[in-house]
């Protein structure tokens, strides 16, 4: 058995190493990523595709931990080592590196008109006039609920806000399931799940958040409360003791079909999908009354970039417009449900549950989490402090209204908005 | 004549033998020391002292001091951690030495049965690793799937449990007492060590003056333990404000929830290195750590002139 995968890997290496011979002649782009899981999926799915159309660029994908990325990067970046294209974290990490110098300006690359403002906000310039990275996948908010749960104590999936309250009545009422699996023990879930999932509908997506930007609207606007308000009442449905109810928890309950409905992020599908064993669905976040306009969070999550000093730089932009393209999208999503490319060509997902996040973007209007561009530079840090104050107001611990103003007020403390 | 040239010619060689050897000796402590131990604390102190203006490094004196105290945002984090970390010390104090100090006083009864057993298992939470504790006791207090609601399901008291770990109000003395519970085995090991080493003489002593039991532990044994209490108080004061991996194991680098389990530790930990989109601010970090630094130094200063010299001595 040994000797034989020996055999069997030398065998592979001789073979991998002769073709490298063959092709010698080649460009070779070098991908560097921090996406190690992925690492199957590049080389099975997403390098074949491309090669297979582009004859005479072979794409290498070498991916670093997280944890170490960032730093790795960097110093890959000093001593010009780094590889021709460049995995774009969302927001000032990757502004950082193009204001150094070290990627490249994409404003012009074909492919990019397949995106929309909103997905390349996150690797744009401030005033939006440069853009430095593809987007290449987002994540996208909502619920999740158990579809056997709902069909047994006969509740339709609710779409406005009266609704869902009447459904988790229902839930609470019959007793056999936790109307809502979240727990504020970690903090995030209360703010990522929880105020930036229903948020957008109140604050109207982009329209509210570059207000927030330019300083016209403040986190104490009525707009901005009314989602504490919100999440305020959440607090009768959650399970006993949330407040020392971590993530883990949250999504065990869920998945061990003992709570009815999950505040999600669409990064949940593909771990839901192998442990839950009974059917689900999605619906979006509720809008106030019917026939209002519905806004999801459809977060940027990942981008590639290119190396400006990449001595390929042709066979770079090639193949960079070819992650903008949809035969890019479609193989990516596909491969991984619960990311979506950004691309604004609709992409059909064979996971049921991915598919139903992703068709929310035809009928609602698309934005990002309100804290992460710009806002959350300085000290006291918005979106620190929006996971301390949503635990707080789902907790009791502080009213809509303090919580507002303590962001507010922080927010002040450095922020002056350019006029 | 000869045999004193000899003598002085040997002395000569000796005493400079004898200095190459002390040179020798120190040299690997003194380089391992100076390298992690005083060059970072004096860089931080430095590092304390400046600021990034513009993106160059700029000497702004108590700059950083007066940031630290006259900005109300930082003063109300840093104020909050100190009152926390005094709470967690005083804890310790009132819990986990008196208990230490019973403990050891069990064991050292010399018709007790099984104590090298009971030693051991006392001790054994001390050797855990911290992330261990965080998430074993994480797991025992948790509403859900814990241990503890389960037990006192049984005996029909569930009404009393509470997710301790999650309310404001409960947190910090939670994480304080899982704390005592790690780490109560090192005050009962060294108060076990200095009640053995109690000459029998003495005991028997006041045995034939009729001191025994209870009486004998408050007027024998306890003003001989009192210099190991001293050391162990100061022990668990600078290991308490040098505390910060139980907190961030059990609760995050926030320190939740809404702040109440923050300690100078993890404000340290987030101000340095940053958090999430929070980005790291390593001067305010060294002006945290520097205060620090002088909390505990007046700690152990004040223990060291005013306690220790006026502990009494006995000598057998």
């Known amino acids: 058995m040994g000797s034989t995968t020996l055999k069997s890997l030398l065998m592979a290496t001789s073979i991998l190493a002769s073709a490298g011979f063959a092709h ?68 000032d990490k990757s502004l950082e590196q193009f204001k150094r110098g070290n990627l490249s300006s994409l404003k012009s690359l074909p492919g990019m008109e397949n995106f929309t403002p909103v997905a390349k906000a996150a690797w744009s310039t401030d005033d939006g006039s440069d853009t430095f990275c593809v987007p290449m996948a987002s994540v996208i908010h909502g619920f999740i609920y158990n579809k056997d749960a709902f069909d047994k104590l006969g509740i339709a999936v609710p779409t406005t806000e009266a ?26 879930e209360a703010a990522t799940m929880g105020y930036q999932n229903i948020g957008p509908n109140y604050w109207k997506g982009e329209e509210g958040r570059t207000a927030l930007i330019k300083g016209t609207q403040k986190l104490t606007d009525a707009d901005w409360v009314a989602p504490y308000k919100t999440l305020a009442k959440w607090k009768d449905y959650l399970g006993d003791g949330f407040e020392a109810q971590t993530y883990p928890d949250s999504q065990n309950l869920f998945t061990l079909g003992r709570a009815a409905i999950y505040p999600a992020g669409s990064w949940e599908i593909s771990l839901f999908n192998t442990q839950a064993q009974f059917k689900m669905g999605a619906f979006l976040p509720p809008v106030q009354k019917a026939g209002d306009t519905c806004y999801i969070s459809d977060h940027a999550d990942l981008g590639a970039a290119m190396n400006a000093k990449s001595k390929n730089p042709e066979a770079a932009k090639k193949f960079l417009s070819w992650v903008a393209s949809p035969e890019f999208a479609d193989i990516y999503a596909n491969a991984l449900p619960g990311f979506f490319s950004l691309s604004s060509t609709p992409v059909k997902m064979k996971d049921p549950l991915a598919q139903e996040f992703v068709s929310w973007r035809e009928k609602c209007k698309p934005t990002i989490r309100s804290t992460y561009q710009i806002l959350s530079r300085g000290k006291p840090n918005l979106e620190n402090e929006t996971w301390v104050e949503s635990a707080n107001v789902i907790n009791g611990t502080d009213t809509p209204e303090v919580a507002a103003k303590k962001l507010q007020d922080g927010l002040d403390s450095w922020y002056k908005p350019a006029k | 004549m000869s045999t004193a040239d000899y003598s002085q010619s040997d002395s000569g060689q000796d005493k400079r033998a004898r200095r190459w050897h002390i040179l020798v000796f120190l040299l690997p402590a003194v380089i391992v020391y ?69 403990l050891a006083a069990l064991l050292s009864v010399p018709k007790l049965r099984f104590g090298a057993f009971y030693r051991t298992a006392l001790f054994l939470p001390t050797l855990l690793s911290f992330v261990i504790v965080g998430f074993i006791w994480k797991l025992i207090l948790s509403p859900i799937w814990g241990v503890s609601p389960y037990l006192l399901d049984l005996v029909g008291l569930k009404s009393l449990f ?117 980005i790291g601010d390593k001067s305010m970090g060294a002006t945290i750590a520097t205060v620090m630094f002088l909390i505990i130094l007046t700690g152990v200063c004040i223990y060291l002139f005013a306690i220790q010299r006026r502990m009494r001595r006995y000598q057998f």
């Open chain 2, 162 to 278: 509470a997710p301790w770990l999650g309310r404001p109000d409960t947190a910090l003395i939670t994480v304080s007492l899982i704390s005592v519970w790690q780490n109560v085995g090192i005050p009962t090991m060294l108060i076990y060590a200095s009640m053995l080493s109690i000459p029998e003489e003495v005991l028997e002593a006041a045995e034939c003056d009729g001191i025994t039991g209870w009486s004998q532990f408050w007027k024998i044994k306890l003003p001989l333990i009192l210099p190991s209490i001293g050391i162990i108080s100061i022990l668990t004061f600078v290991g308490n404000f040098n505390a910060f991996d139980l907190v961030y194991t059990v609760q995050g680098a926030l320190a939740g929830p809404d702040g109440s389990t923050d300690i100078l530790g993890t404000l340290l930990y987030r101000t340095f290195f940053g958090f999430q989109l929070q």
């Open chain 1, 163 to 188: 609704e869902f309250f009447a459904a988790l009545d229902k839930i609470k009422k019959d007793g056999t399931y936790i109307p809502l699996a979240m727990g504020t023990k970690d903090l995030w």
């Open chain 1, 24 to 91: 010698a002649a080649d460009t070779t782009l070098t991908i560097e990523s921090w996406r190690t899981d992925d690492l199957a999926i590049w080389q099975e799915k997403l390098i074949p595709a491309f090669e297979a159309k582009n004859p005479g660029i072979k794409v290498k994908f070498a991916p670093t931990p997280p944890t170490e990325y960032d730093a790795a990067l960097g110093a890959r970046f000093d001593a010009g080592s780094a590889g021709d294209i460049i995995t774009c974290r969302p927001f």
């Open chain 2, 34 to 102: 100076t390298a992690i131990m005083i060059l970072p604390l004096i860089e931080t102190l430095r590092l304390s002292l400046f600021n990034v203006v513009d993106g160059q490094s700029v000497f702004v004196g108590f700059g950083n001091f007066q940031t630290l105290f006259g900005e109300p945002r930082w003063s109300a984090s840093f104020w909050n951690a100190l009152r926390n970390n005094f709470v967690f010390f005083l804890i310790h104090m009132l819990v986990q030495n008196p208990i230490g100090v019973a």
